[in-house]
Every structure is written in structure tokens, then in C-alpha cells.
């Protein structure tokens, strides 16, 4: 008796899971998911060695610090370009700062999941991002983060499909955050002007996406976790 | 006797049955998790063609991080070399302060790029466009009819001029970029296409450009050091 229930309980079990199993596979191509697990490995995999590769970069910036700060302090001549050498690392977002400012919030809006709409205007796009900062620094932002990446002179906005790219290949999601330290007015009088961000603002309206702004008396943003490399602009003379 | 014999028998067969169905069920529930999870990977994420270019851009990025650890290690190597000497090097310090001037767009610069010339009015967004997809080609450095261009340089929308960092530039529109002429080609086709269709873009590779312009950095008056 025991053996037969077991065995019914069982079979009942298994039937089950095989139906639930058989329901879960995709309609589409069979060999879509291999596809996609494939392309999604080397993804995480390449995600794995860029964030190693930061660490690393930011292990070895520290060791050069270090040596920096040495040869300051048993040099005159080292210490006076290493003065200059700091301010010129402030200027380039390789320094931390904190101060006043704004703090800007997106997210994607409501999918309307209408055929003849395939603007994709519910999303936040890339160049969004890009007008966003672009006002930003136009209304004398000082340092801007985006969802705690610094923008640098280097920073390229890049299409990453739902994602955004920036700063050697880190990704963003939305909801973003973009922080700039600056005069808080000023930046979100700028934020405010009715000929600014037009189009975004109308696709805010339009599809429920999110576009807010708060001032702050006191914001942080960190420093770009990485370095410059310049292979053909050369000093000139 | 007889009786505890059957019994013995009676119970392995149970183990059997139950041990069995424990791997069926086990075999099934692990399939069930991992072919779950790629479903809701495949309705979630992005479309293939997204995945391909964000594989392509982090190998990219990688690369460039490579190249930026070598560069720190002999850096770092050369100020220990000095240390250790029981002196300091300040020439290694000077080599990249003069890398972050360049980055900065604070000395005048040279090297090898494309001259792109355009042949009407273009919008700020449009150009921002432009110099986004060049920087992200690499490009190292802007000048647009003189003046020099970083990121931080506001670009705005004045009619049918552009404001420069507060100067007006009008048509026709010069763009010099310095950077490896093979990666930046792609990006400014990509550009010009969508540009063309109003103006006319020329774009011309050049062994060497010359940018004189430079930019003299605004002190901080709101952001103050450190977190």
C-alpha cells in the first residue's frame, strides 16, 4: 500500500513538473535560448574582467599616488609639478567633490503597446542622458555624476539597448540619477527653461517617463575610476 | 523467518522506487530553474544585436584598461625606481601632467585625425551627437571653427548659429578631431549621414592637424574636495 501511494504521489509529481516544464519552453526557435545564454555568458564574463580591470587600475593609481607624494616631500621641483599635477586632476574629475547642486531623476515611462507608436518615446534613450549633461555643464554645473559614474572629458554616452554605456564599458540602468554640483538655482533654472530638454519633457507628459529635479545644499561626486591614455594628440612645440 | 525475509525485500524495493523518483524529480527541478531562468533572461533582456554591441564595446573597454594598467605599472615603477635611487622623479610626474592638459584641452595639440566640413546650420543636440559618437571612437581632441572643444563646453542653439562656450560660430562649420583616423572614419559617416540629408558634410582624413586653441579651466566657486 505504501509503495502505491508512493508511487502515485510520485507519478502525480512528475507529470506535473514534466507539464509545467514543457509549458516554460519558448515557442520560438529551439536553439533562441542556447543562443541567448551564450551571448548573455560572455557578457557577464566580460563584466567580470572589467570590473577586475578597474580594481586593478585603481590598486595601481593609488601605488602612483603614493610614489607621487613621495617625491613631493624629498623635492621642490617635484612638489611644484605635483601642485599643478593636482589641480590638473581636479579639472579632469580624477578628484572627489562635494557641494551644493541638483540632483536629476529618470525613469522609463509607461509602454503604450500601441502598433503604430514604435518610438520607443517611454524609454530613456542615450542622447537623453547626453542633453541632460550637455544643459547641465551650459548651466555651470562643476562636476556631474551619473548613477555614480563621474562624467569626464572622455565620457562617451553609448547605445547599450535598454542600458546606457559610459566610462570603459559601465553600464547603467534606469532609474538614473544624475547629480551636478554647481549654483543649485542656476542649474535648475536651466533644468526649468521651457526651450530646454523639449522633446523630453513632452515624452515625460506623454508616456508617464520620469523627469524630476531637487536642489541640494550638499551633494557628492566621486572620482572617475579610471585613468587617460593619449596615443595621438601630442604637445605641440 | 520467512516473514522478516519479505520484509527486507518489501522495504529495498521501496528504497528503490523512492530513490528513483527522487532523481526523476531532482533532474526535472533543476531543468525547470535553469530553463526559468533563461526565459525570463530572453523576455526580460535585450535583443541579440544589443548584446553583440555591448560584447564588442566591453572588449573594447577592457582592452583600454589593459593598456591603462601597463601604463600605471611603468609609472609607478619609474617613480619607485627613483625613490629607491634615494631621489624623485619629476619628470614622471610631468609626463602626465602634461597627458591630463591635453585631456583638458589646456595646451595646443597635433596629430593625426579628420577635418569634417559642413555646409550649413546644424542644431546643438546635432553636434553633440556628433562629437559623442567621435569621443567614443576615441577621438582626443576638438576644435570647431577655432575654438577648442571639451566635454564640459557648453554647446547651445542660437538661431541659426551655435554658441561655443559662449561664442557664436556660423556656417560654414569646421570640425578638426584628433584621434586614429581608422576609428574615427566609421563614426563621422554615421554622422554625416544623418546630416546630409539638410547639408553637406565633407570629411577628409589628415596625417596631422594642428590645434592651437586652448582652454583656460574656471576655478571651482560651489564644489569643494573630497566626499
Redo the contacts between chains.
Keep these: 500500500m505504501t509503495v502505491l501511494a508512493s508511487v502515485s504521489l510520485a507519478t502525480f509529481l512528475v507529470t506535473g513538473l514534466a507539464a509545467t516544464q514543457f509549458r516554460s519552453q519558448p515557442l520560438p526557435p529551439s536553439n533562441r535560448l542556447a543562443r541567448d545564454e551564450a551571448l548573455r555568458h560572455s557578457v557577464n564574463q566580460l563584466e567580470d574582467q572589467n570590473r577586475a580591470l578597474k580594481t586593478k587600475v585603481q590598486t595601481l593609481q593609488a601605488g602612483v599616488k603614493a610614489g607621487e607624494d613621495e617625491s613631493a616631500s624629498r623635492s621642490s621641483a617635484a612638489q611644484q609639478v605635483k601642485t599643478q599635477l593636482d589641480d590638473e586632476k581636479t579639472v579632469a574629475g580624477l578628484t572627489a567633490v562635494h557641494g551644493p547642486g541638483v540632483t536629476v531623476l529618470l525613469h522609463d515611462g509607461s509602454d503604450p503597446n500601441d502598433p503604430n507608436d514604435r518610438s520607443l518615446g517611454w524609454t530613456v534613450h542615450y542622447q537623453d542622458m547626453q542633453d541632460i549633461v550637455n544643459l547641465l555643464w551650459a548651466s555651470g554645473a562643476e562636476g556631474i555624476a551619473v548613477n555614480g559614474q563621474r562624467i569626464v572629458p572622455t565620457t562617451a554616452f553609448h547605445y547599450a539597448g535598454v542600458n546606457i554605456l559610459v566610462n570603459n564599458g559601465s553600464r547603467l540602468s534606469a532609474p538614473y540619477t544624475v547629480t551636478a554640483v554647481g549654483d543649485p538655482l542656476a542649474l535648475a533654472n536651466g533644468l526649468g527653461d521651457p526651450d530646454q530638454l523639449a522633446e523630453l519633457k513632452s515624452r515625460s507628459r506623454i508616456y508617464g517617463l520620469g523627469l524630476s529635479w531637487v536642489r541640494s545644499t550638499r551633494l557628492s561626486i566621486p572620482a572617475f575610476d579610471a585613468t587617460f591614455l593619449v596615443k595621438y594628440a601630442q604637445p605641440l612645440g | 523467518m520467512r516473514n522478516h525475509s519479505a520484509d527486507r525485500t518489501?522495504r529495498t524495493?521501496?528504497l528503490i522506487?523512492?530513490g528513483l523518483?527522487g532523481l526523476?524529480?531532482g533532474f526535472?527541478?533543476v531543468?525547470?530553474f535553469r530553463?526559468?531562468a533563461?526565459?525570463a533572461?530572453?523576455l526580460a533582456?535585450?535583443?541579440?544585436t544589443?548584446?553583440?554591441?555591448?560584447?564588442n564595446?566591453?572588449?573594447?573597454?577592457?582592452n583600454?584598461?589593459?593598456?591603462?594598467?601597463v601604463?600605471?605599472?611603468q609609472?609607478?615603477a619609474q617613480?619607485?625606481q627613483?625613490?629607491t635611487a634615494g631621489?624623485?622623479?619629476?619628470q614622471?610626474?610631468?609626463k602626465?601632467?602634461?597627458?591630463?592638459?591635453?585631456?583638458?584641452?589646456?595646451?595646443?595639440?597635433?596629430?593625426?585625425?579628420l577635418q569634417i566640413k559642413i555646409q550649413g546650420s546644424i542644431m546643438?543636440?546635432e553636434l553633440?551627437?556628433a562629437l559623442?559618437?567621435l569621443?567614443?571612437a576615441?577621438a582626443?581632441?576638438f576644435s570647431l571653427n577655432g575654438y577648442r572643444i571639451?566635454?564640459?563646453?557648453?554647446?547651445?542653439s542660437r538661431g541659426q548659429s551655435l554658441q561655443i562656450g559662449g561664442r557664436s560660430v556660423s556656417a560654414p562649420l569646421l570640425l578638426d578631431v584628433?584621434?586614429?583616423p581608422e576609428q574615427l572614419q566609421p563614426a563621422a559617416d554615421l554622422s554625416a549621414s544623418s546630416l546630409q540629408t539638410r547639408v553637406q558634410v565633407d570629411i577628409e582624413r589628415k596625417t596631422d592637424i594642428?590645434?592651437?586653441e586652448v582652454i583656460t579651466?574656471?576655478p571651482?566657486?560651489?564644489?569643494?574636495?573630497?566626499?
Design positions: 518489501a524495493q521501496r522506487v523512492v523518483i526523476a524529480l526535472l527541478v531543468i525547470q530553463s526559468q533563461a526565459v533572461r530572453t533582456a535585450q535583443d541579440d544589443s548584446v553583440a554591441l555591448l560584447i564595446d566591453l572588449n573594447r573597454a577592457n583600454q584598461l589593459l593598456q591603462q594598467s601604463a600605471l605599472s609609472q609607478e617613480l619607485r627613483a625613490l631621489g624623485a622623479d619629476s614622471a610626474i610631468e602626465e601632467l602634461a597627458t591630463l592638459r591635453v585631456v583638458n584641452g589646456e595646451i595646443p595639440v597635433h596629430g593625426p585625425g546643438d543636440f553633440q551627437d559623442n559618437s569621443r567614443n576615441g582626443e581632441a571639451v566635454s564640459n563646453t557648453p554647446i547651445i584628433i584621434g586614429d594642428a590645434i592651437t579651466p574656471h571651482m566657486i560651489y564644489g569643494q574636495l573630497g566626499r
